[in-house]
């Protein structure tokens, strides 16, 4: 059984920074690739990143791209996403994601955390 923790979101104003975290436990965890997607009122769930299970391949939406990057997390089974120049159209539950191989495909994961609440306002 593989659990996941986030922490870190939180209300920030534009232009901000907020750095969320990814607990994972579970005896195989440390194989899988973890991702980062995000739901805003209303919409659907949406893909933001994802580290694949050898922590050295990245992959970001557009959205985000050049703003998020994957940070610390040495140890395998704890993913860090640092966001900068956050803007209002970034407010959304973040939820952390695992499977065995990467993908951008909400339906393809089975494991997720409770998510954490991003806001940005001023």
């Known amino acids: 059984q593989v659990q996941l923790v986030e922490s870190g979101g939180g209300l920030v104003q534009p232009g901000g920074s907020l750095r969320l975290s990814c607990a994972a436990s579970?005896?195989?965890?440390?194989?899988?690739?973890m991702a980062w997607f995000r739901q805003a009122p209303g919409q659907e769930r949406e893909f933001v990143s994802f580290i694949d299970w050898r922590r050295i391949t990245t992959l970001y939406a557009d959205a985000v791209k050049g703003r998020f990057t994957f940070a610390g997390g040495n140890a395998s089974n704890t993913v860090e996403l640092q966001m900068n120049g956050l803007k209002p159209e970034d407010t959304a539950v973040y939820f952390c994601a695992a499977r065995p191989r990467s993908s951008v495909t909400t339906a393809l994961y089975a494991y997720w955390g409770q998510g954490t609440q991003v806001t940005v306002s001023s």
């Open positions: 579970g005896s195989i965890v440390s194989t899988y690739a």
